[in-house]
């Protein structure tokens, strides 16, 4: 089972904007509504930010969202803050696991 | 508010088998809408996950076909928690592992991480 591709890295000023995406196939991110994204700061465990695609877990701030076009999925933070500096993952159900795929993950700087 | 703490020794010598116990509190495991799983995260590997136990009417188990043959997730329905054993360790199975509770396509709530380094 092959990761799901995202950019290594993506940075901002505070208060601006930054999308980060992730493509996969028809097997798992274009097949289904259940993409979900996790930040991850340094040696912490992931946090759930969003789930089956563009819900937000109760405590999550509305500045994260997320969307889906065919096989990529996008988290979009808006209003950059200093504390949004960590990793972030996708993650998506996969017709050939009982378990989600993951992505490669992608470093948030703010500048 | 649901809580995971892992537990289980950091070190295990190659060929011997990995095991860590995640205990659940604000939950159960015999809950019938909830699954728990292991992940492991590694440098080489990213986030992988390993499998899962789950209850509905009766205990159900899945594993990732990369480990299918060497691990083991039970149910401990007497402590409310739940193990990993993966036998046969190489070096390539150093990674901090993660437990985690899912009752969607997604994981809700996570462990804190165990790092378990695999040398003799």
């Known amino acids: 089972q092959s990761a799901l591709t995202q950019p290594a890295s993506v940075s901002g000023s505070p208060g601006q904007s930054i999308t980060i995406s992730c493509t996969g196939t028809?097997?798992?991110?274009?097949?289904?509504?259940?993409v979900s994204w996790y930040q991850q700061h340094p040696g912490k465990a992931p946090k759930l930010m969003i789930y089956?695609?563009?819900n937000r877990p109760s405590g999550v701030s509305n500045r994260f969202s997320g969307s889906k076009s065919g096989n990529t999925a996008s988290l979009t933070i808006s209003g950059l803050q200093a504390e949004d500096e960590a990793d972030y993952y996708c993650s998506s159900y996969t017709s050939s696991s009982q378990g989600n795929v993951f992505g490669t993950g992608t470093k948030v700087t703010v500048l | 508010q649901v809580q995971l703490q892992q537990s289980g020794p950091g070190l295990v010598k190659p060929s011997q088998t990995l095991s860590l116990t995640c205990a659940i509190s604000g939950d159960s495991v015999s809950s019938n809408s909830a699954a728990w799983n292991w992940i492991r995260q590694s440098p080489s590997r990213g986030l992988e996950w390993l499998g899962r136990t789950y209850y509905r009417s009766k205990w159900y188990n899945d594993y990732a076909v990369s480990v299918k043959s060497r691990i083991t997730i039970n149910p401990d329905t007497s402590k409310n928690q739940f193990s990993l054993q993966l036998n046969s360790v190489t070096p390539e199975d150093t990674a901090v592992y993660y437990c985690?509770?899912?009752?969607?396509?997604?994981?809700?709530?996570w462990g804190q991480g165990t790092l378990v380094t695999v040398s003799s």
């Open positions: 089956d695609v563009s």
């Open positions: 985690a509770r899912s009752s969607g396509y997604y994981y809700e709530d």
């Open positions: 028809s097997s798992d991110v274009g097949g289904y509504n259940y």
